[in-house]
């Protein structure tokens, strides 16, 4: 993100791609003003916090009115610097890794995972959707020539620490972990943590004990 964006608050920013996403769509589909309830209802975030979230971006919906739709995408294209493609590598290509490599991000926003990363000798060598697979012997290597920010961990618990350490000596500055492990990273790196896992736990969780609780918070 630029550096207008620091400003933000970090809960506002964690938003930005859901509301950039949306945006997107309405842009594609010819409309030009989106009204906070609209936004509320498409996106699931309670209108008084969209409102608040974009009067930080400057963007100032006028009552009966609401936001202007151009006006917003070009915000959000420039905050989440859209304009730009963003490197990512991805370490450990079994059945999750996979999954993302063919997936590869670029229909949603400008994140591409260009190299990918595993130790089983049967893997390294081929391609899967046009992403190159190295053995991590040749991480540091590869990753010295390549312009690479962002790192996906789809390994083994047991391998994460030893990993990203890797990674961090290799200028890495955003992990998105998937494993279970709690990562330790100096403090100019920053983990995201998605635990699937505990995800969908805590999911059935809240059906069993909150059922009649509203969704989509
Ligand atoms: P699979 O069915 O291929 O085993 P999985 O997701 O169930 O997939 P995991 O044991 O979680 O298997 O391993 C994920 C991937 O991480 C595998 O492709 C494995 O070869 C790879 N891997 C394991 N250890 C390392 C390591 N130290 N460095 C890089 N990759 C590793």
Redesign the pocket.
């Known amino acids: 993100m630029n550096s207008d964006s620091m400003r933000i608050p970090q809960a506002t920013a964690k938003r930005l791609p859901l509301y950039y996403r949306f945006i997107q769509n309405l842009h594609s589909s010819g409309k030009q003003r989106v009204s906070s309830a609209e936004l509320s209802e498409a996106v699931k975030v309670d209108s008084a916090t969209i409102r608040r979230d974009f009067s930080y971006f400057g963007a100032l919906g006028k009552k009966g009115y609401g936001y202007n739709v151009s006006y917003l995408l070009s915000f959000f294209r420039k905050t989440l610097d859209q304009d730009e493609v963003t490197n990512v590598a991805l370490?450990?290509?079994?059945?999750?890794?996979t999954a993302f490599l063919n997936y590869n991000f670029l229909k949603n926003n400008n994140t591409k995972i260009q190299v990918a990363?595993?130790?089983?000798e049967s893997?390294v060598g081929t391609k899967i959707g046009e992403v190159p697979i190295y053995h991590?012997d040749e991480l540091e290597e590869t990753l010295a020539k390549l312009e690479v920010p962002v790192a996906i961990l789809?390994?083994?618990q047991s391998?994460a620490q030893?990993?990203t350490d890797r990674l961090v000596q290799s200028n890495i500055k955003g992990i998105l972990n998937f494993t279970p492990a709690r990562l330790n990273v100096p403090p100019d790196i920053r983990v995201h943590h998605i635990d699937l896992a505990i995800e969908l736990q805590s999911l059935v969780y809240f059906l069993k004990n909150y059922p009649e609780e509203s969704v989509g918070k």
């Open positions: 370490i450990g290509v079994g059945n999750l890794g990363f595993d130790v089983e893997k991590m789809t390994i083994p391998a030893t990993i």
